[in-house]
């Protein structure tokens, strides 16, 4: 069955340091992968999704992640963060494609505090 | 925003009532998707409807029911409430039910249940 999973529950960064959120998945074909960001009492925002090509994809928010297809990973990035970055990302696999539709599978969530 | 409206916003009900959770999708999008977010389940897959049909169920409860009407927007009826039910719910939206399209959520309703 299709999985996510990020290790990190909470991650503390200092604001201007750079971001690094684990993200590893199972399935059994070549996934579509997805980071989604929630803000307190929000709902969720896509960051960026990787279907195939270039194996590291650019998304907004200056965030980027990489597929590494050998360690089932899809890591998010950010080189300086922001304290508006503050927020719980949830990394997602997009299973059941063959029987036509795109049931989301999440991981448990990484929530990010920035630090002054 | 993305497009997508869920109400109400809020929602405080007791055990054993119904109660029915509405989203609007983005304007042009005939896939409706609805989550639940709990504490100890996480985010969840509940069940999907594209232009009116029915198209997936996921860990949906029997006690809970959906539909897409023809304007497409979409009603979750939850009934016979328990204290488990309490949750954020979210609808999504897509262009159509292509693997490449997509998903947009709303802000969520959040239900709980006393």
């Known amino acids: 069955a299709q999985s996510v999973t990020q290790p990190d529950i909470h991650i503390t960064v200092s604001e201007g340091a750079s971001l690094e959120l684990r993200c590893n998945y199972s399935?059994?074909?070549?996934?579509?992968l997805f980071w989604y960001v929630q803000s307190p009492g929000q709902g969720l925002q896509l960051l960026l999704k990787?279907?195939?090509?270039?194996?590291l994809v650019q998304g907004i928010k200056g965030f980027e992640a990489e597929f590494k297809r050998s360690q089932s990973s899809f890591n998010l990035r950010k080189p300086s963060v922001h304290w508006s970055d503050a927020a719980e990302y949830f990394c997602a696999v997009g299973a059941e494609r063959n029987t036509g539709f795109q049931k989301l599978v999440f991981g448990t969530g990484t929530r990010l505090l920035v630090s002054p | 925003d993305s497009g997508v409206t869920q109400t109400p916003k809020h929602l405080i009900t007791a055990t054993g009532q119904r109660v029915t959770l509405r989203c609007s999708p983005r304007?042009?999008?005939?896939?409706v998707y609805w989550y639940q977010q709990s504490l100890d389940q996480g985010l969840q897959f509940l069940i999907q409807?594209?232009?009116?049909?029915?198209?997936a169920k996921g860990n949906i409860l029997e006690r809970f029911s959906a539909q897409q009407f023809p304007d497409l927007h979409s009603e979750l009826n939850l009934s016979s409430l328990e204290l488990g039910d309490s949750a954020l719910y979210f609808c999504a939206s897509s262009l159509t039910f292509s693997s490449t399209d997509t998903q947009y959520f709303g802000p969520g309703t959040r239900l709980t249940v006393l």
């Open positions: 990787y279907f195939s090509g270039d194996t």
């Open positions: 399935y059994g074909a070549t996934p579509y």
């Open positions: 304007s042009g999008d005939l896939s």
């Open positions: 409807y594209y232009n009116g049909e029915e198209r």
